[in-house]
Structures are given as structure tokens and as C-alpha cells.
């Protein structure tokens, strides 16, 4: 189940990712609007969301990253 997170979560999630991905321009954003995903994005470009799931009071947050294959170097 899809939940929205809180300030706090947003803040905190920011936190962990960008000490487990050793990236300081990661940044985790509240959903634009109500309904919407959080969105995770580097440099300002959106790379993927955010749910958070409480099962059973057990909460997890699961990340849904997109790379376009155009982004990708070129295959050798």
C-alpha cells in the first residue's frame, strides 16, 4: 500500500539515501500534488519516486528509478 510521507520521512529519507548513495546532490521531493509520488531526483533531474509501505506496522520505502537508454554511454 501506497502511503504519503511526511515532512519528516521526506527529510529523513533524504538523509539516509544521500549517505548510502554517497550523493549530496540527491535530493527527495514531496509529491507535486495529492495522489502523486515522491519524487527522487540528482541535479534537479527527476531519476525515479518513492512509495512507502506499512505492512502489518512495519514501514519500508521502496524506490522506482527510470535510466533512459539515451542517457546510457554508447555501446561498445
Same mark, same amino acid.
Given at each position: ?11 529523513? !529519507? ?6 548510502? !548513495? ?55
Amino acid at each position: 500500500m501506497n502511503a504519503s510521507l511526511s515532512a519528516s520521512e521526506i527529510t529523513r !529519507l533524504q538523509t539516509a539515501l544521500r549517505r548510502l !548513495l554517497g550523493s549530496k546532490d540527491l535530493t527527495v521531493n514531496p509529491a507535486p500534488r495529492a495522489g502523486m509520488s515522491v519524487e527522487l531526483s540528482v541535479n534537479g533531474e527527476v531519476i525515479g519516486t518513492v512509495h512507502r509501505d506499512d505492512e502489518d506496522g512495519d514501514v519500508s520505502y521502496a524506490i522506482n528509478m527510470v535510466v533512459l537508454e539515451e542517457d546510457l554511454p554508447p555501446a561498445k
